[in-house]
C-alpha cells in the first residue's frame, strides 16, 4: 500500500472532535462551527441561513452534520441554499468531518456547516 502525506494548503481540516466541540488547527471549537476557506466562524444552527449564505460565491458544495444522527433540514434552509447555487449534502456530523475533510484534500470548493455530537 501506498501512503501519500495529505496537504491542505490554506485549508482548515477537522482534526478531531467530541462531545460539544471540534478541533480546528490545533484549538478546541465550542458549539456548532461553519468551516471553509474563510475560516472558523461560529454557526447559529440549523436557523443560521445568513451564515451560510455568505458562503456561496467561495463553494460549490456545503456539507451540514447535524450531530451525532443524521436530520432533515428545514425545508426553508433547504430551498434558500439551493436557489443560491449551493449543493448541500446532509450527513451526522461524524460523517460530514470525514467527507469535508477528503474532499478537502482534494482541493475541491467545499465547506463545512456542523452540530457537535
Keep these: 500500500m501506498r501512503m501519500n502525506e495529505v496537504i491542505y494548503t490554506d485549508a482548515l481540516p477537522i482534526e478531531g472532535y467530541g462531545p460539544g466541540f471540534f478541533r480546528i488547527d490545533g484549538k478546541p471549537v465550542r458549539g456548532p462551527v461553519c ?24 463553494v460549490d458544495v456545503i ?14 434552509l ?14 451526522n456530523s461524524p460523517s460530514a468531518c470525514r467527507t469535508y475533510n477528503v474532499l478537502l484534500s482534494e482541493g475541491r470548493r467545499v465547506a463545512l456547516a456542523v452540530l457537535p455530537v
Design 35 to 58: 468551516v471553509s476557506l474563510r475560516g472558523v466562524e461560529p454557526w447559529g444552527g440549523l436557523e443560521d441561513l445568513a451564515t451560510l449564505e455568505r458562503l456561496s460565491a467561495d
Design 63 to 76: 456539507f451540514v452534520g447535524t450531530g451525532s444522527e443524521i436530520a432533515h433540514l428545514p425545508r426553508t
Design 78 to 91: 433547504r430551498d434558500r441554499l439551493e436557489a443560491a447555487g449551493l449543493g448541500v449534502e446532509v450527513m
